[in-house]
Nanobody, 116 residues
Framework: QAQLVESGGGLVQAGGSLRLSCAAS????????MGWYRQAPGKQRELVAA???????NYADSVKGRFTISRDNDKNTVYLQMNSLKPEDTAVYYC??????????WGQGTQVTVSS
C-alpha cells in the first residue's frame, strides 16, 4: 500500500503563485504516471497536469503556460507549481500516482482559493 500526503494549498490573490507538494510513502522512481487533478464545487474532477515515467507531460488547456508538474525521485514527491493564478483555479487539488503493479492512489486533497 501507499499513502499520498498533499500540502501547499491556501488562499492567494489573483496573479499570485502556489506550489503544491504530494509526498508518497513509497518510492516513485519506477512509477508509470502521476498527475494533479482538481474539483471545483458542483463540477466534475478534471485533470490539470500529468507526468509520465519517461518525463513527458501534458496539461489542461486552461493551465498551459501557468502550471508546471515535476517530480523529485529522491524525495518521493510530486510538485505542481502554479503561477498567475486566477479565481477560476479555485478548487480542491488532488494528486494521483500510479505505482503500476502496486496500485493507483489518491491524496486527500488540498484546497486552493484564489481571490479576485
Amino acid at each position: 500500500q501507499a499513502q499520498l500526503v498533499e500540502s501547499g494549498g491556501g488562499l492567494v490573490q489573483a496573479g499570485g503563485s502556489l506550489r503544491l507538494s504530494c509526498a508518497a510513502s513509497r518510492s516513485i522512481s519506477s512509477t508509470s504516471a502521476m498527475g494533479w487533478y482538481r474539483q471545483a464545487p458542483g463540477k466534475q474532477r478534471e485533470l490539470v497536469a500529468a507526468l509520465s515515467w519517461d518525463g513527458s507531460s501534458n496539461y489542461a488547456d486552461s493551465v498551459k503556460g501557468r502550471f508546471t508538474i515535476s517530480r523529485d525521485n529522491d524525495k518521493n514527491t510530486v510538485y505542481l507549481q502554479m503561477n498567475s493564478l486566477k479565481p477560476e483555479d479555485t478548487a480542491v487539488y488532488y494528486c494521483n500516482v500510479d505505482f503500476g503493479f502496486w496500485g493507483n492512489y489518491w491524496g486527500q486533497g488540498t484546497q486552493v482559493t484564489v481571490s479576485s
